[in-house]
């Protein structure tokens, strides 16, 4: 395991969120990466959903200390190689492409890739990954799809993402299978608009608490 997976994963342990920052603007996706951290959430995902997205997550990663900052909904080969290059520490990818996940693996970059059945998940396993996304994880069965998962496929870890919220976090944070939850639940755009990044922080403050409450010992 290398420095930046085995920090990766010790961060997930301490606090196993990974909110999602959708942003076309790079000062904005600053100060919201700022107030995540604020919070107590120093894993952070930007989604490629904007023309900026990548300029977004570059501006996170030199302008901001003490986060790990990692690129979202990455589709294809070139966009990994594009946001791994810009200083992308990790890539989440909606589904699971062979090219992508072996251009990440062959760069040692963690990657996430997305999953929702059976066959996804062993053919994430037969690529070598360890831990996929499950996405969406609501609409996919959420918890107990995730059970059924975890019977099969027993060294597997997942990130359900997709319908997570405060609501439910703490049903999936108490699966030993889950590694951590993804969610743009913390970055509402209504209070980014309003630029009301403290409403952000206290999101960050309350999805800690509840996954504290959820494994109050690391697994």
């Not at 918890?143 to 993402?161: C, E, Y």
Request: negative net charge; glycine residues 8%; hydrophobic residues 50%.
């Amino acid at each position: 395991m290398n420095h930046v997976s085995k920090t990766l994963e010790q961060r997930l342990l301490a606090a196993p969120v990974v909110p999602l920052i959708q942003a076309d603007d790079p000062a904005v996706a600053v100060k919201t990466a700022n107030a995540l951290k604020e919070g107590g959430l120093s894993v952070i995902e930007v989604v490629l959903r904007t023309d900026a997205a990548v300029d977004c997550m570059e501006a996170i990663v030199k302008q901001t200390e003490g986060l790990i900052v990692g690129a979202g909904t990455v589709l294809t080969v070139e966009q990994a190689q594009n946001v791994v290059a810009r200083g992308a520490q990790f890539v989440v990818s909606p589904g699971l492409v062979d090219g992508v996940a072996e251009f990440c693996q062959s760069q040692s970059v963690p990657i996430y890739a997305g999953t929702m059945t059976a066959g996804e998940v062993q053919r994430a396993y037969a690529l070598g990954l360890r831990t996929v996304k499950f996405f969406p994880a609501k609409l996919a069965g959420g918890v107990p799809m995730l059970k059924a998962f975890s019977s099969v496929f027993r060294d597997m870890q997942f990130m359900p993402t997709g319908g997570v919220s405060a609501a439910n976090l703490h049903e999936f944070l108490a699966l030993p299978s889950v590694i951590a939850c993804g969610g743009s639940w913390l970055t509402p755009a209504d209070a980014i608009a309003a630029d009301d990044y403290n409403a952000i922080t206290e999101l960050a403050r309350e999805a800690v608490a509840i996954a504290q409450t959820a494994r109050p010992l690391e697994k």
